[in-house]
C-alpha cells in the first residue's frame, strides 16, 4: 500500500514536471503563436494583434500562463488546434483509437513472435538455427522503422498489389459502414512493420534467460530424470524467461509510440502519431501539447503496469520499489 | 586460416572503421555535380556510371545518398557530444554527491525516460523552431538519461572501493578523488557511450528529416531521399528506396561494431555478457 502511494506521487510529480517542461520548450519557441494562428502570408493591423494577445493573455507573466493553462488541463480543455478549428480533446479521442489498435496489435505479436523465437534459438543453440536468429536480431534491431515500412510497402502493395497503400479505411466510405474487415485489411502491413521492429530485443533477451535456465542443476537433473527438451522447456524455461521478456516489452511501449509515429507517416494511417507530425509541422501548439502529455501518460502507464506486474508474478521483487529495473 | 575470437574481433573493428572512413571520405571527395538535375538521366536504374541510379530529376543517387550520410554523420556527432557530456556530468554529480542531488537528477532521468523519444524530438525541433539546430538538441537532449544511470551506478559502487576509501581517510577532496580515481576509470564508458549513441542519433536523425522537420528539401539527407522515396513509390523504382537505407543500415551497424568491440577491448571483464 505504501509502496502503492508512493508510485502514484513520483507519478504525479513526473507528470508535473513534464508539464512543466513541454511548456516551457513551447514558451521559448521562436514560432510566433499568432502568426501560426492567422497562417502564413495574412497580415492583421497591430491593433487587432493586441487585442488578440490580450484575450489570449499573451504579456502576462510565464507563471501565470502556465498556470492557466495546467488548471485548464486538469479540467480536460487541452483548447482549441488551430489546424482542425475544434477542441484537442475530441480530436485526440477520435484518432487514439486507430493507434491503439495498431499499437495492441504489434505490441502482442512483436512479443510472441519473439519470445518464440528466443525460446527456439536458445533450445537449439549452436546450430544452424540458433545461427539465423541471432542474426536476424542483430540486423533487424538497427533497421529504421520507416524504411522497413517503406520495403513493406514496396513489396506488398505496389508490386504484389495484396494491400492497399495506406489509411485506416478504404477511402469514399462513410465511417458508420466501415466494417471490421476492412479496418483489418488496412492495418496489416504497419502492424506488421512495427511487429517486425520490435522483435530483436526480445529475442536475444529470451535467447539468453533460457540458456541460463538450460545449464543450471535442476535442468541437468531433469534431463537425468529423462525428460524431454519438450518437457523441460515447457516446465522449467517458460516459467523463469516469461517474465523478464515482458517486463522488457512493457518498457519498449515508449519506443513502439515513436515507431508508430513513423509507421503511420508511411502508411498514411490516421492515428495520433500522423497528427503529431503535422501538428509540429504546421505549429499547432494545443494539439501538439496534447499529444506529446497524452502520450507520455500512455508510456508512464505502461511502466507502472510493468512494476505492479512484476510483483504480482514474483513476491520476492515486493520489497524495493525499483524504478531502475525497467530501463 | 582459423582466427581466435580475439582475432576475429580485430578484424571486425577494423573492416567497420574502414568502411566508416570510407564512406565520409567519399562523401567529402565527390562533387556537388551529380546533385544537379538532368532531364536526359531521368529514372535510371543503377549502372557502372551511376551506382545508386538516378532519381525523377536526374539527380545522381550516389551522390546524394553520400552527401546525405554526410549530415548524418555530422549531427551524429553534435548530438553524441551533446547527451554524452550531460550523461556524464549527471551522473558523476549525482553518483559523487549522493542525497538530495542524487534525488533531483534521478527524478529527472525518470522524467526523460517516461517520454516517447521520437515525440519528444519534435517538441523540442518545435521549439528552437526545426532546423539542423533542432534535429542536434533533439537528438543531443534525449540520448542522455541511460548513460547517465548508468555512470552513476558505477560511480556509486566506486565510492565503496577500498582505493576511495583510504583516499578520503588521507584528506583527499572530493574533486581530487574524482579527478584521480573516477575519471580514468569512467573513461572508457564515455569513450564507449559516445560511440554507441552514434547509431541512435543517425537512426533518429533519419526518422525526424524523414517526417519533414527542418531541413529545406534541397539539403541531401538519407530521411528526405527516403521521403522523396515514398512520394514516388507507385513508380515501382526500387532503388530509390532499397538502396538509401540499406547504406544508412549499414553505417548504424558499423558503429554498433565498432561500439561494442571497443566495450570489449577497454572493458574485457564485461565483454562476457
Known amino acids: 500500500m505504501k509502496e502503492m502511494i508512493y508510485t502514484v506521487m513520483r507519478g504525479g510529480s513526473l507528470l508535473f514536471g513534464l508539464s512543466v517542461l513541454t511548456f516551457t520548450l513551447v514558451y521559448y519557441s521562436p514560432v510566433d503563436p499568432i502568426q501560426a494562428y492567422i497562417g502564413g502570408g495574412t497580415y492583421m493591423t497591430e491593433d487587432q494583434r493586441q487585442q488578440l494577445e490580450e484575450k489570449w493573455g499573451l504579456n502576462d507573466h510565464p507563471v501565470q500562463q502556465y498556470v492557466r493553462w495546467a488548471t485548464a488541463l486538469l479540467g480536460g480543455d487541452f483548447g482549441q488546434s488551430t489546424i482542425y478549428q475544434r477542441p484537442v480533446s475530441t480530436l485526440i479521442q477520435e484518432r487514439a483509437g486507430a493507434t491503439l489498435l495498431l499499437m495492441t496489435v504489434a505490441w502482442t505479436v512483436s512479443g510472441l513472435f519473439g519470445f518464440t523465437l528466443g525460446v527456439w534459438a536458445a533450445v537449439s543453440r549452436g546450430r544452424m538455427i540458433d545461427r539465423l536468429i541471432r542474426w536476424y536480431s542483430y540486423i533487424q534491431a538497427s533497421v529504421p522503422t520507416f524504411w522497413l515500412g517503406l520495403l513493406l510497402l514496396m513489396i506488398f502493395s505496389v508490386y504484389l498489389q495484396w494491400f492497399p497503400v495506406g489509411l485506416s479505411a478504404p477511402p469514399g466510405k462513410l465511417l458508420a459502414n466501415v466494417t471490421w474487415g476492412d479496418r483489418l485489411y488496412h492495418l496489416w502491413l504497419p502492424a506488421l512493420t512495427l511487429s517486425v521492429i520490435g522483435t530483436a530485443q526480445v529475442t536475444l533477451h529470451t535467447r539468453e534467460k533460457m540458456i541460463n535456465v538450460l545449464e543450471s542443476d535442476y535442468v541437468l537433473f531433469a534431463k537425468a530424470r529423462g525428460a524431454s527438451t519438450g518437457q523441460i522447456v515447457k516446465r522449467h524455461g517458460l516459467k523463469n524467461a516469461v517474465l523478464p521478456a515482458l517486463m522488457l516489452h512493457f518498457s519498449y511501449v515508449g519506443e513502439l509510440f515513436g515507431g508508430s509515429v513513423l509507421a503511420e507517416q508511411v502508411f498514411s494511417y490516421p492515428g495520433l502519431g500522423a497528427m503529431v507530425t503535422e501538428a509540429g509541422l504546421k505549429a499547432d501548439v494545443p494539439l501538439l501539447l496534447g499529444i506529446v502529455l497524452c502520450s507520455s501518460v500512455f508510456v508512464f502507464i505502461g511502466n507502472v503496469c510493468a512494476d505492479f506486474l512484476k510483483q504480482w508474478i514474483d513476491p520476492r521483487t515486493k520489497k524495493r520499489v525499483s524504478y531502475d529495473a525497467i530501463e | ?273
Open chain 2, 1 to 273: 586460416m582459423r582466427l581466435n575470437e580475439r582475432q576475429k574481433m580485430m578484424v571486425a573493428l577494423f573492416t567497420s572503421s574502414l568502411l566508416l572512413l570510407l564512406l565520409i571520405s567519399c562523401g567529402w571527395l565527390l562533387s556537388d555535380d551529380g546533385l544537379q538535375t538532368n532531364g536526359a538521366l531521368k529514372n535510371e536504374p543503377p549502372s557502372l556510371a551511376h551506382w545508386f541510379g538516378t532519381d525523377w530529376l536526374g539527380r545522381d543517387m550516389f551522390t546524394r545518398v553520400l552527401k546525405g550520410l554526410q549530415l548524418s554523420l555530422g549531427v551524429g556527432l553534435l548530438g553524441a557530444i551533446i547527451g554524452v557530456t550531460l550523461a556524464f556530468v549527471l551522473g558523476m554529480l549525482a553518483g559523487t554527491f549522493g542525497g538530495w542531488v542524487d534525488a533531483v537528477i534521478g527524478w529527472c532521468i525518470d522524467l526523460f525516460i517516461g517520454m516517447p523519444h521520437l515525440i519528444f524530438i519534435i517538441l523540442i525541433a518545435f521549439s528552437v523552431g526545426g532546423g539542423m539546430k533542432g534535429i542536434v538538441l533533439g537528438v543531443g537532449l534525449t540520448h542522455w538519461p541511460s548513460l547517465a544511470r548508468l555512470i552513476r551506478a558505477e560511480v556509486q559502487a566506486l565510492r565503496q572501493a577500498e582505493y576511495m576509501l583510504v583516499a578520503e581517510q588521507l584528506g583527499r577532496t572530493k574533486w581530487q578523488m574524482s579527478r584521480e580515481h573516477l575519471f580514468p576509470h569512467l573513461f572508457p564508458h564515455l569513450i564507449i557511450g559516445f560511440v554507441l549513441l552514434f547509431p541512435h542519433a543517425i537512426l533518429h536523425e533519419a526518422a525526424l528529416t524523414f517526417l519533414g522537420f527542418g531541413l529545406s528539401v534541397q539539403t541531401p539527407a538519407i530521411g528526405i531521399i527516403l521521403s522523396e522515396a515514398l512520394h514516388h513509390i507507385s513508380t515501382g523504382h526500387w532503388w530509390l528506396t532499397l538502396i538509401p537505407g540499406g547504406v544508412l543500415l549499414l553505417v548504424v551497424k558499423s558503429f554498433d561494431e565498432v561500439g561494442e568491440r571497443l566495450k570489449q577491448l577497454l572493458r574485457p571483464q564485461t565483454s562476457q555478457q
